[in-house]
């Protein structure tokens, strides 16, 4: 097994890395369904991004298994699978009628009936190598796609001339965690867990270049202020990116405007299929969002 071999030092060392850094990074929300336990209320929040994250990691387990020789991988998707679905249970226990409906259909459509059209089509359409090579390619459009969410923030920065919605920690993280995963695949020589992280870190990098341009610069005016008398009441998109080691996990959170005088529900304090992006939009795409709504 190339990943634990003692012939492969280093690619275990960075494997293992990889799994510290995705293992905290699925256990980002903490803070978010503490909060929906103590108040008995899903608060606006959505399931998306952990049926999205649990989907991501039961495709790599999946790769992984093929593949027979990537027990890293399936270290850390097997805990995301886990953590996840837990999430998922305490999200139904709290949500209303409604919410649950919508998080059952979703549930069905993506982690029953996608997973399993690729489940049948990877089975009947190829075998051996070639079953390998075209779930290895499943997975690496699947984190692409999710690896193209922080251009909004970079996007948000350069207009902004302002780094707040970027903190340079998210960033850093996003970088280490992308050259992690990265070397693990390049040392092991797969690349379908490699080549996703070369995109991650060149955005990784791309952010702490703009953090150091503009972390001095004076931003730009604020996007002009709706008096509330005025204001129309519409609901704020919350939307938080993450890609967890391997296994890529999105947060995408709809907060439903609070009544005045209630207490703002505690949010995510950050949320990383190949590899890792840890999360690098979470906090940054969140504030980003904001503002481009107003």
Aim: proline share 6%.
């Amino acid at each position: 097994m190339g990943g634990l071999s003692l012939q492969h030092p280093w690619a275990f060392a960075f494997g293992l890395l990889g799994n510290v850094i995705s293992f905290m990074t699925y256990l980002a929300p903490l803070p978010t369904f503490y909060q929906i336990y103590r108040s008995k209320s899903t608060q606006g929040f959505q399931s998306v991004p952990y049926v999205v994250a649990l989907f991501s990691a039961m495709l790599w387990i999946y790769y992984a298994l093929l593949k027979s020789d990537e027990c890293l991988l399936i270290t850390i998707n097997s805990a995301g699978c886990v953590i996840e679905t837990i999430y998922i249970i305490i999200y139904l226990t709290y949500a209303p009628k409604q919410a649950k409906l919508f998080t059952a259909k979703i549930l069905l459509l993506l982690n029953v009936g996608v997973f399993g059209l690729i489940l049948l089509l990877t089975l009947l359409l190829s075998e051996g190598e070639k079953r390998v090579v075209m779930l290895g390619w499943v997975c690496v459009g699947f984190s692409v796609s999710v690896f193209v969410a922080p251009l909004s923030v970079i996007r948000l920065v350069v207009r902004t001339r302002s780094v707040e919605f970027m903190p340079f920690s998210l960033s850093l993280s996003l970088t280490v965690s992308a050259v992690v995963w990265f070397l693990y695949g390049l040392l092991i020589k797969d690349k379908y867990v490699a080549l996703p992280n070369i995109l991650g870190f060149a955005f990784g990098v791309i952010q702490m270049g703009l953090y150091a341009l503009y972390r001095n610069a004076m931003p730009s005016p604020a996007p002009k202020q709706v008096d509330d008398a005025d204001a129309i009441k519409v609901p704020e998109h919350v939307i938080h990116i993450a890609k967890l080691g391997p296994a890529a996990a999105i947060e995408l959170n709809t907060h439903n405007p609070m009544e005045r005088g209630m207490p703002p529900p505690m949010e995510d304090n950050g949320l990383a299929c190949a590899s890792d992006m840890t999360k690098g939009g979470i906090d940054m795409v969140e504030k980003a969002t904001r503002v481009e709504q107003v």
